[in-house]
């Protein structure tokens, strides 16, 4: 059952069994509650920032070498590098989150069209709440 009234999260009901498997972790873990109102909007949210976030990750994917070395020490060369691999982690795992946000976004497109939204009002939605769009 989707619900329009927000409630606690220790509240919230179980999602039809259908839409359990098709919303990610990214929509369910969070609790959203997702209507017929807002389905538009909540979509081209998480849409919205995966592309945000994955625009930055692949910025960040090019760049060699975030720490530069701190002093002409041995010490400085080794430091400089586990900075720079726990730097790579966080953005990986800054890549798997924004692609889940995206999956989440995505799998409300089903639900959308299941409220009656057509192709053509789901694609608008995303276009119109882009940055630099319109409205």
């Keep these: 059952m989707v619900m329009s009234v927000p409630m606690p999260a220790d509240?919230?009901?179980?999602?039809?069994?259908s839409w359990q498997h098709s919303l990610t972790?990214?929509?369910h873990g969070v609790s959203m509650?997702?209507?017929?109102?807002?389905?538009?909007k909540v979509r081209a949210v998480l849409l919205g920032e995966a592309e945000r976030l994955l625009s930055s990750v692949r910025s960040a994917k090019f760049r060699q070498g975030?720490?530069?070395?701190?002093?002409g020490d041995p010490v400085s060369i080794e430091?400089?590098?586990a900075f720079d691999a726990r730097i790579r982690l966080v953005v990986d795992?800054?890549?798997?989150?924004?692609?889940?946000?995206?999956?989440?976004?995505?799998?409300?497109?089903r639900?959308?069209?299941?409220?009656?939204?057509?192709?053509?009002?789901?694609?608008?939605?995303?276009?119109?709440?882009?940055?630099?769009?319109?409205?």
């Design 11 to 17: 509240q919230a009901p179980e999602l039809p069994v």
């Design 25 to 27: 972790s990214a929509v």
């Design 33 to 40: 509650q997702v209507s017929r109102a807002n389905v538009l």
């Design 66 to 71: 975030w720490i530069g070395q701190c002093g």
């Design 79 to 81: 430091a400089a590098a």
């Design 93 to 109: 795992q800054c890549q798997r989150y924004a692609l889940e946000l995206k999956r989440a976004g995505t799998a409300l497109d």
């Design 111 to 135: 639900i959308a069209r299941d409220y009656g939204y057509t192709e053509a009002q789901i694609s608008e939605s995303f276009s119109s709440a882009s940055p630099g769009a319109a409205g």
